[in-house]
Nanobody
Protein backbone atom coordinates (compact mmCIF):
# COMPACT_ATOMS: atom_id res chain seq x y z
CA UNK A 1 0.00 0.00 0.00
CA UNK A 2 2.91 2.34 0.77
CA UNK A 3 6.37 2.11 -0.76
CA UNK A 4 9.41 3.91 0.66
CA UNK A 5 12.67 4.48 -1.20
CA UNK A 6 15.75 6.04 0.43
CA UNK A 7 18.60 7.83 -1.32
CA UNK A 8 21.59 10.02 -0.51
CA UNK A 9 23.83 7.65 1.42
CA UNK A 10 27.54 7.44 0.80
CA UNK A 11 31.04 7.94 2.18
CA UNK A 12 31.84 11.12 4.11
CA UNK A 13 34.76 12.25 6.29
CA UNK A 14 34.35 12.99 10.01
CA UNK A 15 32.94 16.47 10.49
CA UNK A 16 31.24 16.41 7.12
CA UNK A 17 27.58 16.67 6.17
CA UNK A 18 25.15 14.54 4.21
CA UNK A 19 21.45 14.73 3.40
CA UNK A 20 19.25 11.66 3.06
CA UNK A 21 15.96 11.52 1.20
CA UNK A 22 12.96 9.22 1.35
CA UNK A 23 10.26 9.21 -1.32
CA UNK A 24 6.87 7.69 -0.49
CA UNK A 25 4.39 6.37 -3.02
CA UNK A 26 1.08 4.52 -2.97
CA UNK A 27 -1.54 5.41 -0.34
CA UNK A 28 0.44 8.36 0.98
CA UNK A 29 -2.72 10.13 2.17
CA UNK A 30 -2.90 7.60 5.00
CA UNK A 31 0.57 8.30 6.39
CA UNK A 32 0.36 9.72 9.92
CA UNK A 33 3.99 9.85 11.01
CA UNK A 34 7.40 9.25 9.46
CA UNK A 35 10.79 8.57 10.96
CA UNK A 36 14.41 7.70 10.31
CA UNK A 37 15.98 4.68 11.98
CA UNK A 38 19.52 3.37 11.70
CA UNK A 39 21.33 0.12 12.34
CA UNK A 40 25.08 -0.07 12.81
CA UNK A 41 27.02 -3.35 12.39
CA UNK A 42 26.36 -5.75 15.29
CA UNK A 43 23.92 -3.31 16.90
CA UNK A 44 20.15 -3.09 17.22
CA UNK A 45 18.10 -0.80 15.03
CA UNK A 46 17.49 2.51 16.78
CA UNK A 47 15.23 5.50 16.27
CA UNK A 48 17.11 8.55 14.98
CA UNK A 49 14.38 11.12 14.42
CA UNK A 50 10.60 11.23 14.02
CA UNK A 51 8.09 13.76 12.73
CA UNK A 52 4.57 13.26 14.08
CA UNK A 53 1.31 13.91 12.22
CA UNK A 54 1.05 17.30 13.93
CA UNK A 55 4.54 18.25 12.78
CA UNK A 56 6.29 17.83 16.13
CA UNK A 57 9.80 16.42 15.78
CA UNK A 58 11.87 14.35 18.19
CA UNK A 59 15.49 13.23 18.08
CA UNK A 60 17.70 10.65 19.68
CA UNK A 61 20.03 12.23 22.22
CA UNK A 62 23.05 11.09 20.23
CA UNK A 63 22.07 13.17 17.18
CA UNK A 64 20.24 16.10 18.77
CA UNK A 65 21.68 19.40 17.58
CA UNK A 66 23.40 17.77 14.61
CA UNK A 67 20.56 16.18 12.63
CA UNK A 68 17.33 17.71 11.35
CA UNK A 69 14.28 15.84 10.03
CA UNK A 70 11.85 17.44 7.59
CA UNK A 71 8.71 16.17 5.87
CA UNK A 72 7.12 17.63 2.75
CA UNK A 73 3.60 16.20 2.65
CA UNK A 74 2.75 17.84 -0.67
CA UNK A 75 5.44 15.98 -2.62
CA UNK A 76 5.63 12.88 -0.38
CA UNK A 77 9.23 13.24 0.71
CA UNK A 78 11.12 12.96 3.99
CA UNK A 79 14.66 14.22 4.48
CA UNK A 80 17.36 13.97 7.13
CA UNK A 81 20.06 16.63 7.18
CA UNK A 82 23.12 15.26 8.98
CA UNK A 83 25.88 17.62 10.12
CA UNK A 84 29.10 17.13 12.09
CA UNK A 85 29.09 13.45 11.24
CA UNK A 86 31.15 11.10 13.39
CA UNK A 87 32.38 7.53 12.81
CA UNK A 88 29.74 6.25 15.25
CA UNK A 89 27.06 7.56 12.86
CA UNK A 90 28.06 4.87 10.37
CA UNK A 91 24.99 2.72 9.77
CA UNK A 92 22.29 1.71 7.35
CA UNK A 93 19.58 4.35 7.58
CA UNK A 94 15.96 3.31 7.09
CA UNK A 95 12.88 5.35 6.27
CA UNK A 96 9.80 4.43 8.30
CA UNK A 97 6.11 5.32 7.99
CA UNK A 98 3.07 4.74 10.18
CA UNK A 99 0.05 4.18 7.95
CA UNK A 100 -3.66 4.28 8.87
CA UNK A 101 -6.58 3.79 9.30
CA UNK A 102 -6.20 5.51 12.68
CA UNK A 103 -7.53 2.52 14.63
CA UNK A 104 -5.24 0.04 12.84
CA UNK A 105 -1.86 1.58 12.14
CA UNK A 106 0.73 -0.38 10.19
CA UNK A 107 4.48 0.11 9.85
CA UNK A 108 6.27 0.29 6.50
CA UNK A 109 10.02 0.29 5.87
CA UNK A 110 12.34 1.23 3.07
CA UNK A 111 15.26 -1.00 2.11
CA UNK A 112 17.81 1.38 3.62
CA UNK A 113 20.77 3.46 2.47
CA UNK A 114 24.32 3.07 3.80
CA UNK A 115 26.14 5.99 5.42
CA UNK A 116 29.84 5.49 6.11
CA UNK A 117 31.79 8.10 8.10
CA UNK A 118 35.51 7.46 7.82
CA UNK A 119 38.78 9.26 7.15
Amino acid sequence: QVQLVESGGGLVQPGGSLRLWCTASGSTYNIYAMAWYRQAPAKERELVAVVQSDGVTEYAQSVQGRFSISRNVAVNTLSLQMNSLQPEDTAVYYCNAQVGPPNLLMTYWGKGTLVTVSS
